[in-house]
Protein backbone atom coordinates (compact mmCIF):
# COMPACT_ATOMS: atom_id res chain seq x y z
CA UNK A 1 0.00 0.00 0.00
CA UNK A 2 1.19 3.95 -1.00
CA UNK A 3 1.62 5.99 2.15
CA UNK A 4 2.28 9.63 1.94
CA UNK A 5 4.96 10.90 4.57
CA UNK A 6 3.98 14.47 4.94
CA UNK A 7 7.13 16.56 6.94
CA UNK A 8 6.09 19.13 8.88
CA UNK A 9 8.18 22.13 11.01
CA UNK A 10 8.55 25.64 11.82
CA UNK A 11 10.98 26.68 8.69
CA UNK A 12 13.13 28.64 11.33
CA UNK A 13 13.59 25.75 13.78
CA UNK A 14 14.31 23.54 10.38
CA UNK A 15 17.15 25.10 9.57
CA UNK A 16 19.03 26.66 12.83
CA UNK A 17 18.45 24.30 15.65
CA UNK A 18 21.42 22.37 16.93
CA UNK A 19 19.36 18.75 16.31
CA UNK A 20 18.21 20.28 13.01
CA UNK A 21 19.23 17.88 10.18
CA UNK A 22 21.64 18.41 7.40
CA UNK A 23 20.78 18.22 4.06
CA UNK A 24 23.17 15.41 3.74
CA UNK A 25 21.52 13.74 6.35
CA UNK A 26 18.42 13.61 4.75
CA UNK A 27 19.82 12.61 1.13
CA UNK A 28 21.22 9.84 2.75
CA UNK A 29 17.93 8.76 4.53
CA UNK A 30 15.94 9.21 1.20
CA UNK A 31 18.56 6.82 -0.11
CA UNK A 32 18.57 4.19 2.21
CA UNK A 33 14.97 4.24 1.61
CA UNK A 34 15.26 3.86 -1.94
CA UNK A 35 17.86 1.27 -1.46
CA UNK A 36 15.21 -0.52 0.58
CA UNK A 37 12.61 -0.57 -2.50
CA UNK A 38 10.04 1.48 -0.50
CA UNK A 39 10.66 4.71 -2.25
CA UNK A 40 7.88 6.30 -4.53
CA UNK A 41 9.20 9.29 -4.48
CA UNK A 42 10.22 12.12 -2.15
CA UNK A 43 11.25 15.90 -2.82
CA UNK A 44 12.28 19.05 0.04
CA UNK A 45 9.60 21.87 -1.05
CA UNK A 46 10.91 25.57 -0.75
CA UNK A 47 9.96 28.08 1.50
CA UNK A 48 6.52 29.02 2.35
CA UNK A 49 7.04 32.35 1.25
CA UNK A 50 7.27 30.86 -2.34
CA UNK A 51 3.71 28.96 -2.06
CA UNK A 52 0.69 30.27 -4.03
CA UNK A 53 -2.72 29.15 -2.90
CA UNK A 54 -5.91 28.36 -5.81
CA UNK A 55 -9.49 28.21 -5.05
CA UNK A 56 -12.31 28.01 -7.18
CA UNK A 57 -15.22 29.45 -6.12
CA UNK A 58 -18.70 29.46 -8.07
CA UNK A 59 -16.52 29.26 -11.14
CA UNK A 60 -13.91 31.71 -10.47
CA UNK A 61 -10.45 31.62 -9.67
CA UNK A 62 -9.03 33.30 -6.80
CA UNK A 63 -4.90 33.31 -6.31
CA UNK A 64 -3.29 34.09 -3.11
CA UNK A 65 0.34 34.73 -2.19
CA UNK A 66 1.43 32.49 0.56
CA UNK A 67 0.12 29.00 2.04
CA UNK A 68 -3.51 27.93 2.90
CA UNK A 69 -3.40 29.30 6.49
CA UNK A 70 -1.24 30.66 9.26
CA UNK A 71 0.43 27.55 11.14
CA UNK A 72 3.31 27.42 13.32
CA UNK A 73 4.70 24.66 11.20
CA UNK A 74 4.98 24.33 7.41
CA UNK A 75 4.70 21.56 4.86
CA UNK A 76 8.54 21.13 4.13
CA UNK A 77 8.84 18.49 1.82
CA UNK A 78 7.47 14.88 1.65
CA UNK A 79 8.22 10.83 0.72
CA UNK A 80 5.88 9.03 -1.25
CA UNK A 81 6.59 5.29 0.37
CA UNK A 82 5.26 1.59 -0.49
CA UNK A 83 4.76 0.01 3.07
CA UNK A 84 3.23 -3.73 4.06
CA UNK A 85 0.95 -1.55 6.21
CA UNK A 86 0.64 1.63 8.33
CA UNK A 87 2.82 0.30 11.35
CA UNK A 88 5.75 -0.54 8.65
CA UNK A 89 4.86 3.37 7.03
CA UNK A 90 4.83 4.80 10.78
CA UNK A 91 8.60 3.11 11.19
CA UNK A 92 9.78 4.63 8.25
CA UNK A 93 8.47 8.01 8.86
CA UNK A 94 10.07 7.77 12.44
CA UNK A 95 13.41 8.00 11.17
CA UNK A 96 12.81 11.20 8.93
CA UNK A 97 15.27 13.01 9.87
CA UNK A 98 13.15 16.48 9.99
CA UNK A 99 10.93 14.55 12.69
CA UNK A 100 13.35 15.91 15.28
CA UNK A 101 12.55 19.48 14.90
CA UNK A 102 8.83 18.96 13.38
CA UNK A 103 6.65 15.98 12.40
CA UNK A 104 5.44 13.51 9.99
CA UNK A 105 2.04 12.60 9.17
CA UNK A 106 1.65 9.73 7.72
CA UNK A 107 -1.37 9.19 5.46
CA UNK A 108 -2.52 6.12 3.08
CA UNK A 109 -2.89 6.96 -0.49
CA UNK A 110 -6.47 6.43 -1.49
CA UNK A 111 -6.82 5.16 -4.73
CA UNK A 112 -9.53 6.96 -7.27
CA UNK A 113 -12.46 4.52 -8.83
CA UNK A 114 -13.90 5.48 -12.26
CA UNK A 115 -17.96 6.31 -11.79
Do not use: W
Amino acid sequence: MKYLCLVYSSEEALHSLPESPKDSECIAYAESVRASGRMLAAEALESVQTATTVRVRNGRMSITDGPFAETKEQLAGFYLIEARDLNEAIQVAARIPAARVGCVEVRPVRELKPD
